[in-house]
């Protein structure tokens, strides 16, 4: 069974940084795509950062970039979001996903997630 499992939420000031973690269960963690998104009340959910299969490529929401570091460890099993210089406007639920059949930031290409982890900016 396809399981992911995150850890690493916080409440931080404006400028801080925070790591997500964010751990694959039963299936060939290495293979497959792996992507962070987010969603903020009343917002829709959106892309953040995601990782392909063998580390070949990386994909960042403009918003982010710069900021935000997306990295994967395949022996661990475990993809990783390094966030900082945070701001305010990056307080979210943040959610880890796979996909099975693609990659990128569109949350239509995947369909296994993570339990999402509250991450809080304040100013």
């Known amino acids: 069974q396809w399981q992911l499992t995150q850890s690493g939420g916080s409440s931080v000031q404006a400028g801080g940084s925070v790591r997500l973690s964010c751990a694959g269960s039963?299936?060939?963690?290495?293979?497959?795509?792996m992507a962070w998104f987010r969603q903020a009340p009343d917002k829709s959910r959106e892309g953040v950062a995601a990782?392909?299969?063998?580390?070949?490529?990386?994909y960042l929401a403009d918003s982010v970039k710069g900021r935000f570091n997306i990295s994967r460890d395949d022996e661990e099993r475990t993809l990783y979001l390094q966030m900082s210089s945070l701001k305010p406007e990056d307080s979210a639920i943040y959610f880890c996903?796979?996909?099975?059949w693609g990659c990128g930031l569109a949350v239509e290409s995947f369909n296994i997630w993570g339990q999402g982890t509250q991450v809080t900016v304040s100013s």
């Open positions: 990782i392909s299969g063998g580390s070949r490529r990386v």
């Open positions: 996903a796979t996909s099975t």
């Open positions: 039963g299936f060939m963690f290495g293979t497959y795509c």
